[in-house]
């Protein structure tokens, strides 16, 4: 099952020399299915070790981390021509979130000559690092306004999503049926994030999802804390049998539910059904 994922990541990162006009890739799918796990391991595999960017970040942290990549990247010794700083951004849904964070993530990718990450706001330096701070006057904009930007011809970014972007002709259809509203509009500014990247959907069946989760956490030591083999599979059970109501299907649920059986040996269901399932959907 593994190998499987491994191959639609190899499509999502098919041009391994990124010198496509647009380089960037979105990898969507739904959580707990392995896109991240299996891009880093296929960049990896290709000698490139990406600089991995956690989600649900504000702003003006991803300015200062961008900021702090580029400015180390561009002054490396032993620089390469042609090199590309490769950045996974996993987890990137807070950058769909409103029109601000949408037009951030327009001018990060598409094609050459036009990438810049644009931070156009008041910089509270006191905010920022000591390091971050020495570096900051570098990174104002051109024209004297306020706000950090950070030039991203030398970055190539690979954004992991649990949503899926519309096509332009989704949004168009949506904006013909609703009218001019703030939520159409969103969704074209969506579409034209599309037309600049690769876009790399997962869709696996139910049993697909699941058998990865097994195996990853079986072989890779998820579930170790377990004292026994029954434990383990009474914990894959119980998430097989309730997939469709849960609210979180990954890796990290697996090491949750497996520290609440430990802690909770008498009553664990109840506080999985508490934790991980969605009661309102079921209503």
């Known amino acids: 099952m593994v190998d499987t994922i491994v191959e639609l990541v190899e499509n999502a990162l098919q041009n391994s020399e990124f010198s496509n006009s647009y380089p960037d890739a979105i990898i969507s799918g739904t959580m707990g299915i392995g896109k991240t796990y299996n891009a880093e391991r296929e960049l990896l595999k290709r000698g490139i070790e990406p600089i991995i960017v956690k989600g649900n970040q504000s702003v003006a942290n991803l300015a200062g ?45 598409g094609a050459e000559g036009t990438r810049i990450f644009q931070h156009n706001v008041q910089i509270n330096k006191h905010m920022y690092s000591a390091f971050q701070q020495s570096i900051i006057d570098n990174y104002a904009p051109s024209d004297g306004s306020s706000g950090i930007h950070v030039p991203c011809e030398d970055m190539v970014f690979i954004f992991t999503t ?106 664990y269901r109840d506080k999985w059904e508490r934790a991980f399932i969605n009661h309102i959907a079921q209503l």
């Open 65 to 109: 981390a961008l900021m702090v990549y580029h400015h180390r990247f561009t002054n490396r010794p032993n620089a390469k021509p042609g090199e590309k700083l490769i950045i996974m951004y996993d987890d990137c849904d807070s950058l769909f979130e409103n029109s601000k964070s949408i037009n951030i993530l327009k001018g990060m990718t």
């Open 162 to 267: 649990n949503s899926t972007l519309p096509t332009e002709k989704e949004a168009k259809e949506y904006l013909k049926a609703k009218g001019p509203t703030s939520h159409g509009a969103k969704k074209m500014d969506l579409a034209a994030v599309r037309r600049r990247v690769q876009v790399r959907n997962f869709v696996l069946p139910k049993k697909a999802n699941w058998g990865w989760l097994v195996e990853v956490a079986l072989n890779d030591g998820g579930l170790d804390m377990l004292p026994d083999q029954m434990s383990k599979m009474i914990l894959l059970d119980w998430v097989w049998n309730n997939w469709d109501a849960m609210t979180e299907t990954n890796l990290s649920t697996l090491e949750k539910m497996a520290i609440m059986m430990l802690r909770s040996p008498d009553n």
